[in-house]
């Protein structure tokens, strides 16, 4: 930790208000994102509210071995697992640890046996400015599991190192390799057969 958030800690713990604010401000926009990632959007700011109190009720105890960037992300994702759990809407890992090298669309060099189509010649940025196509993948990605769902917004739309979610989401490198792995096969099953029918 450096010397100045040190200072800022310690100002927030007596109680300044002027520190609160510039903290919580800097870091909403990745709490939000962590907490709509894991527990959905219509309860994120709820997430983010009931971990803030706990972070706050902890802060003395806070040994600094971490930044405290990590550590409230840390409290916000389990908060956010927490509410998931309390919403009956869990998948756990161990469901989606299984061996995705068995996908029966790939041989055994882990080649495709039927490759994509092409893309008629677009690109797939050119593909993904289509308001049809966007809604169609927007309504798939909803029915990852949580724990795809998650890694891949985390990653992919809010740029979380690997490192990052590992420690939110509390699996090891190549856990997450696969939830990224599925998830990002999952948008890209979405792409082809929108482009090969027409249809979601």
Not at 21 to 43: D, K, N
Not at 158 to 185: A, Q
Request: glycine share 4%.
């Amino acid at each position: 930790m450096s010397q100045s958030e040190k200072e800022l800690l310690s100002r927030l713990i007596v109680g300044d208000e002027i520190v609160f604010e510039q903290l919580f401000t800097q870091y909403y926009s990745l709490m939000f994102s962590v907490a709509q990632s894991i527990a959905g959007q219509a309860i994120a700011d709820e997430v983010i509210q009931e971990a803030w109190i706990s972070a706050m009720k902890a802060l003395p105890k806070f040994e600094g071995r971490s930044s405290f960037k990590s550590w409230i992300m840390r409290i916000v994702a389990n908060e956010a697992k927490t509410r998931r759990r309390k919403e009956s809407r869990t998948v756990s890992l161990e469901s989606i640890q299984d061996n995705w090298a068995s996908d029966p669309r790939f041989n055994e060099k882990s080649h495709w046996v039927e490759p994509s189509s092409n893309w008629n010649g677009d690109t797939p940025e050119e593909l993904l400015e289509a308001q049809e196509l966007k809604d169609c993948i927007a309504k798939n990605m909803q029915r990852l599991p949580d724990n795809q769902k998650a890694a891949l917004k985390m990653r992919d739309a809010n740029g979380f190192s690997m490192d990052e979610i590992c420690n939110i989401l509390e699996v090891t490198p190549s856990n997450l390799r696969v939830l990224l792995h599925r998830g990002r096969d999952q948008v890209l099953q979405v792409i082809d057969h929108f482009q090969k029918t027409g249809e979601c």
